[in-house]
C-alpha cells in the first residue's frame, strides 16, 4: 500500500545510459560507448536546498541536494548517465552517490552530468 503510495508521486520519466566497454575490431583496443540501460522508467527529483551557504570568489550561492527517488528493481549503476524529463524540462545528471534500498522504493543522490568517469 504505501509502494503505491509512493509511485503515484512519480512525476517524471527517466532514461538510464551505463558506459560500457568493448573491444575495438580493427585496432584491438578498448573503447568505450554509451549504451542505454532503461526507457522511460517512472520516477520523481526533490530538491532540497541545504541550509549553509558557500561563499565563492564573487557571490555566495546556496548548495543544492537533488534526490531520484524510482523502483527498487532498476539498480543503478556508479558512473551512469541519467535523464530525467519532469514537469516539461529534461535534464542530464550522473549518479553521484549509493543508493539507499528500502522496501518501496530506492533513493539516489545526483549531480549535473560532467562526462563519463
Given at each position: 500500500?504505501?509502494?503505491?503510495?509512493?509511485?503515484?508521486?512519480?512525476?517524471?520519466?527517466?532514461?538510464?545510459?551505463?558506459?560500457?566497454?568493448?573491444?575495438?575490431?580493427?585496432?584491438?583496443?578498448?573503447?568505450?560507448?554509451?549504451?542505454?540501460?532503461?526507457?522511460?522508467?517512472?520516477?520523481?527529483?526533490?530538491?532540497?536546498?541545504?541550509?549553509?551557504?558557500?561563499?565563492?570568489?564573487?557571490a555566495s550561492f546556496i548548495?543544492?541536494?537533488?534526490?531520484?527517488?524510482?523502483?527498487?528493481?532498476?539498480?543503478?549503476?556508479?558512473?551512469?548517465?541519467?535523464?530525467?524529463?519532469?514537469?516539461?524540462?529534461?535534464?542530464?545528471?550522473?549518479?553521484s552517490g549509493e543508493s539507499?534500498?528500502y522496501n518501496t522504493h530506492?533513493?539516489?543522490?545526483?549531480?549535473?552530468?560532467?562526462?563519463?568517469?
Open positions: 500500500m504505501i509502494k503505491n503510495d509512493i509511485e503515484k508521486l512519480f512525476t517524471g520519466k527517466m532514461n538510464v545510459y551505463e558506459f560500457i566497454p568493448f573491444i575495438n575490431k580493427e585496432t584491438g583496443i578498448t573503447e568505450f560507448k554509451e549504451k542505454l540501460v532503461y526507457k522511460d522508467v517512472s520516477c520523481r527529483l526533490s530538491y532540497k536546498s541545504l541550509n549553509s551557504a558557500v561563499q565563492g570568489k564573487s548548495r543544492q541536494e537533488i534526490k531520484l527517488i524510482t523502483y527498487c528493481d532498476k539498480p543503478i549503476k556508479s558512473g551512469s548517465k541519467i535523464e530525467v524529463t519532469q514537469c516539461g524540462e529534461t535534464k542530464v545528471y550522473q549518479k539507499a534500498f530506492q533513493e539516489i543522490i545526483l549531480s549535473l552530468f560532467d562526462s563519463f568517469a
